[in-house]
């Protein structure tokens, strides 16, 4: 292909996508394929002689499209949001024709201030403390990592050698595998699994922190444990706080929980993937209050800002505590400018050494949106996570299970668990909708979430009304049942 067939080719593919999220609502938004159903429809072997641009072009409807769910569907109510927009493909397209590998100020320049500048932008948007900022010379600075799980895995293993470091300074009889075995990470008993991936990776304890009656976790339940901890002569090092938990979006209680990790002088990472967007809205920013106790704190921009997929945002309020881990200076990695105080090289902010222009779609999203676009969408999902909410409580067969503060509704029909995953097999069964479950303590809990770009009041009606119905079928099934076995 040359630049004058990619030029053509190019037209046709952006026509296709625009085409697909345009007509997104008229595909069905789970497949209907089975695993394994792919392999046979392709060769076993990589073709000898290269084919046609058209040729690989017809086999995206043919083999592709009928094994995607469609996550931009606004009848997709799964997960969170994987939100984006037509400025981020665009800026993604740009990022893959220029094709630097930004591991360093001199890989790319452009690719390593814009990141910086990117990230002071999205600060001051949540009104992060400066300290977290680059602009001024402070300490902190921000990063823009591939997941929230790749977050919490710097964050915990910057902990654990900071903690290491400090211990042996203290007793320098304690060999680092004596300090290991006795350091100890806590997360709230409602934190995502990928927590739990991190202290694994990183090869030390985790111990789940029970949350209260509003599934967040408060600053007595943490003291008890680390008090239970230190006195079994364990150490203490990380706790990871959470914004908005996966399984009902709920928020641990900083202004508690801080204190407590400052005064023990131990990390504590803010978790805020999905919650932390809506943090641009002054009417929800005093869910971030705390975060000034935090050591890090990171959202992801790609979940609901706009921002496809990679684009997770990361803060440090001393970038030292990072880079002093991963810091490896081989000569074909240096330069001359590396030591001046001037310039960042993020390939000591994470786990790999390359890294894509990433912060060229928030650069392009916060332009051609501006904030007040970004707030407005954030509000419309509120809005209509509400909708929904009220309809739910409008009918006394369902109940709600946890409050309803951002894009998230947990809900479920009254009565037992074996039910509720009969209804919610039977709503993904119908694919006209797509949701997840959760558990609440012991209850089996259906999530909704607002995740569409394109969603409207519309899509939420159908949705209650096709799970109404869904329900009003299951229950006298269900009746029918019971009046036959107590016939027997």
């Not at 591991?103 to 201030?113: D, R």
Request: with cysteine.
């Amino acid at each position: 292909m040359d630049a004058a067939e990619f030029r053509k080719s190019g037209k046709q593919m952006v026509d296709y996508i625009a085409d697909y999220l345009e007509k997104i609502d008229k595909r069905q938004v789970f497949p209907d394929v089975e695993p394994g159903y792919l392999r046979p429809l392709i060769p076993d072997c990589a073709p000898q002689d290269p084919e046609s641009f058209d040729d690989v072009f017809k086999d995206i409807e043919k083999i592709i499209m009928p094994g995607v769910t469609h996550w931009h569907s606004p009848y997709f109510f799964a997960y969170f949001p994987s939100t984006s927009s037509f400025p981020a493909l665009l800026a993604d397209m740009l990022c893959g024709g220029i094709g630097c590998v930004g591991f360093s100020w001199a890989a790319s320049p452009a690719c390593t201030e814009l990141e910086t500048v990117m990230m002071d932008w999205l600060g001051k948007m949540i009104n992060l403390p400066e300290e977290f900022l680059a602009e001024k010379g402070g300490q902190g600075g921000g990063v823009i990592q591939g997941s929230a799980s790749e977050a919490t895995l710097i964050s915990l293993l910057a902990a654990r050698t900071k903690t290491i470091r400090r211990v042996q300074s203290e007793k320098p009889e304690l060999t680092e595998a004596d300090i290991m075995g006795r350091l100890v990470a806590y997360a709230s008993d409602q934190a995502h699994s990928s927590v739990e991936k991190a202290a694994l990776i990183g090869g030390v304890k985790i111990k789940k922190v029970s949350s209260d009656d509003k599934f967040s976790v408060c600053g007595s339940s943490l003291k008890k444990v680390l008090d239970e901890d230190r006195a079994s002569g364990l150490i203490p090092f990380f706790f990871c706080a959470t914004l908005g938990t996966t399984p009902c979006c709920s928020f641990d209680k900083l202004f508690d929980l801080g204190p407590i990790c400052n005064k023990k002088s131990f990390w504590m990472h803010i978790d805020a993937a999905y919650a932390g967007s809506a943090f641009i809205c002054p009417e929800f920013r005093h869910l971030l209050n705390g975060v000034e106790f935090a050591d890090s704190f990171m959202f992801n921009p790609h979940k609901w800002l706009l921002v496809n997929f990679d684009c997770s945002a990361m803060w440090v309020k001393k970038r030292s505590d990072i880079t002093s881990v991963f810091k490896l200076e081989p000569l074909y990695l240096q330069h001359q400018h590396q030591d001046s105080g001037l310039v960042t090289d993020y390939r000591h902010w994470q786990i790999p050494l390359g890294r894509r222009f990433r912060s060229l779609k928030l650069w392009f999203v916060l332009r051609m949106y501006g904030v007040r676009g970004l707030q407005e969408h954030i509000r419309k999902h509120i809005r209509l996570s509400h909708q929904f909410e009220d309809l739910v409580l409008q009918d006394e067969r369902f109940e709600i299970c946890a409050e309803v503060v951002l894009g998230l509704v947990c809900f479920r029909l009254k009565g037992s668990n074996e039910l509720n995953k009969e209804l919610l097999k039977s709503i993904n069964e119908a694919k006209k909708i797509h949701l997840v479950p959760c558990h609440l303590r012991e209850k089996f809990v259906l999530r909704f979430a607002i995740c569409s770009r394109v969603v409207e009041t519309t899509h939420v009606e159908f949705a209650w009304q096709h799970i109404s119905q869904l329900a009003t079928d299951l229950l006298k099934a269900w009746e029918q049942n019971h009046h036959q076995q107590h016939q027997q």
